[in-house]
Nanobody
Framework: VQLQAFGGGLVQAGGSSRLSCVVRGCTFSAYALGWFRQAPGKERDFVAAINWNGRTTYYADSVKGRFTISRDNVKNTVYLQMNSLKPEDTAVYYC?????????????????????WGQGTLVTVSS
């Protein structure tokens, strides 16, 4: 399984950016997907997740109302639309696939729940 993330870069505070992550090598539509981020010197934190059928989404409190996760099961791609960006959103953003097939629960925030990860893409928000 391979994940490749696109997007990121330098954005001014208050601006927007969209990340994409293409997944190859698995039954994309059977697995939830997540976005995590890691700022310098900090742990990798949960940002958002979308369940396998795209009907349910979950967000960290710090991004709720500003970020939107979505998926396209035809293009095998998961997206993260980021609006009203803040300097504290600066981090390397990672996409990941849930290790649990057709998972119907509500627990998506732990890094150990995901088995394959993208290479990460840097988002820098300037003040």
């Amino acid at each position: 399984v391979q994940l490749q993330a696109f997007g990121g870069g330098l954005v001014q505070a208050g601006g927007s950016s969209r990340l994409s992550c293409v997944v190859r090598g698995c039954t994309f539509s059977a697995y939830a997907l997540g976005w995590f981020r890691q700022a310098p010197g900090k742990e990798r934190d949960f940002v958002a997740a979308i369940n396998w059928n795209g009907r349910t989404t979950y967000y960290a409190d710090s991004v709720k109302g500003r970020f939107t996760i979505s998926r396209d099961n035809v293009k095998n791609t998961v997206y993260l639309q980021m609006n009203s960006l803040k300097p504290e959103d600066t981090a390397v953003y990672y996409c990941a696939t849930d290790r649990r097939r057709l998972y119907g629960g509500t627990d998506y925030s732990g890094t150990s729940l995901y088995d394959y990860w993208g290479q990460g893409t840097l988002v820098t928000v300037s003040s």
